[in-house]
């Protein structure tokens, strides 16, 4: 029974979905449907060996078919040369190829044998845990509807409009880059995922793409105006021209944005002379994964989990500990599927001091020197065990990491690590699955932590470089007040020592060294901390495209002498004036 | 039938462009080569055997090569490991 209603004419419908491939298209909805095989099992007009003859031209003419696409494509695009590749290397693997024969052999249709192999395969996969080799599944499925389709010599129509947006059940990778050759506006697909094929190569040709979109092909009409917005994964049908106005000032805008930006928002973020440098957005909020600059970045470097997670609730609220620990793990699983494959890094909740005094009503006199962060979290350990399990919970596709707020002590340190070894043991105990190689970090934002680096890294497999709380507390100045806000400068001589110091000690125990902090939100800025050596960047996203194109313009060389110079410096504004940061 | 032990080191471990390397490796070969992991085990010159072989980073894994070029197939399947598939 057909449950699944088509939407009306002329109606403004908005589907959901999930962003493949960003950008904005309009178009004109093109329906793929999926065509049904009906197997025939053996009978009296089947001929054993016609079959296998058919079988095996039908893997050349799928084979010839990816010649001509790569020749098309050209060898630049190494990443749509290696996914045709791996297809020719799945037509001619032994095992598909032993295992269709026989089915064959046994008296069943080419079509039959095809089916049941790849099906068998598919299976096999679908049951490993790792959710990328589960992505694969799904590529050997589109393999196979493919390889049916020529076998059944069932090819899709090939006279496509201008302005057209493919939507499909599933797509293979070389009807990808059939339509591509089309000059298709958009792709919309009911199923999918970020890492499969199809949306690797809508990525590489800059297709605009959403997949996910539940019965996509049922519910929209060919010939319908379909809007695709590919950096939130939504799609409108019938947009109001109010809806189709606005959406063409996004258009405008974006193409501005990349035209002042040019090629480089496309490349991975590197200096100048090449030095790979990683990218990060720092997170507060929910509604922040929809922003598009997001997809620029390498992952997340920082998520404020006192901000992200309404603790508010918890305390008012009254949820128990484990309830609590319930809600942090789906919203921060939420975040790393969001953001799968690229690494999300969560902060430990860094309460106290000037955050939540209503909260916590401590009242001490001094609360910036107070009971904070890490503190807080090892005075309440079930409290910090909870999000620890949350975090390791959410770890299980492999892409998270977490570090520890505020340390001054290597104690901190090694009560931090025994707990989250208490709650590894907790899980493993209650059969949950998480990343046992999760990596566990801490931030450096005191100078008693930038001074013991070269012991912390014994304990750690990264540091997070906080700029804000490190200067602050270098040199006594809260920024918020004003009488003392002049003495707040990150560019401060002994700041900079400090960074130089923390840097060279994590290095030379071969331990990566990110920063937090706007402190990359001036070119010049930018210059000195990929001069000072950092391996990684994390900026607010709206921050994202400028840092990544300020970073493409520096020299790294030039940069460790700029660094030089500035460390020569007696004040603060010496090193202003010479970096020209007003 | 000659067989060794190799570990992957490359970071993002065996996932599917190391496996097309091993079948490329592999099949250059008369040898039947088998992998093992942890028991498991997966015809070297199929690509999607190695698929659904389940080898992150560390992973030691057992090689197998029967026939009459054995030697310097699993010489040559070794070198690929050892180079971490040219991804370090």
Known sequence: MEVTKKIRRNT????????????????????????????????????????LKRFLQTIEEYENELEKYTKNIGKENLLAVEILESIKLILHDPEIIESVKKIINEGKSAEYAVLKTYQKYENALLSVQNKLIRER?????????????????????????????????????????????????????????????????????????????????????NGERILIDGYKGIIVANPKRKTLVEFKSKIEDESQLLRELGEVIYQPTQTRDGRRIELHANLNYRFELDDPELYYTD??????????????????????????????????HEVALKMFPKIVTFRAFDLGGDKFPGLFALNETNPMLGFRGIRYLLANPDFFKAQLRAFLKASIEKNVQIMIPMITTVEEVLDSLKLLNECKQELKRDGFEFDHNLKFGIMIETPAAALQTGVLAKYVDFFSIGTNDLTQYTLVADRENSRVSSYFSPFHPSVLALMKYSIDRAKAHGKTVGICGELASHPAATTILIGLGFDSISVSTQNILLVKKWISEIDSNNSREILEKALTFETSDQVRDFLDIG | MIADYVEVINPAGMHTRP???????????????????????????????????????????????????????????KELFERGFDEI
Do not use: W
């Open chain 1, 299 to 332: 992952g997340i470097g920082l998520v404020r989990t006192e901000h992200l997670i309404p603790i508010y609730e918890f305390y008012n609220k009254g949820l128990t500990l484990s309830e609590f620990e319930q809600l942090q793990y789906e919203i921060y």
């Open chain 1, 137 to 221: 599944a799904l590529e050997l499925s589109q393999i196979r509807n493919k390889f049916l389709e020529l076998l059944i010599n069932k090819k899709v129509s090939t006279s496509i409009p201008k302005d057209t947006i493919v939507v499909a059940t599933t797509l293979s990778a070389d009807q990808v880059i059939a339509f591509k050759e089309k000059n298709i506006a958009g792709l919309i697909t009911e199923m999918g995922g970020i890492t499969t094929h199809c949306s690797i190569l809508a990525r590489s040709f800059r297709i605009p793409m959403v997949i996910g979109v539940a019965n996509a092909t049922k519910m929209l009409n």
């Open chain 2, 19 to 77: 496996a097309a390397e091993i079948v490329k490796t592999a099949s250059k070969f008369k040898s039947k080569i088998i992998l093992e992991v942890d028991g498991y085990s997966v015809n070297g010159k199929s690509i999607i055997g190695l698929m659904t072989l389940p080898a992150p980073q560390g992973t030691k894994v057992k090689i197998v090569a029967d026939g009459d070029d054995e030697e310097i197939a699993l010489k040559a399947l």
């Open chain 1, 12 to 51: 403004e419908t908005i589907l959901k979905g999930i962003p493949a491939s960003k950008g904005y298209a309009i178009g004109n909805a093109f329906i793929i449907r999926d065509f049904t095989i009906n197997p025939i099992n053996s009978g009296d007009n089947i001929s054993t060996e016609d079959e």
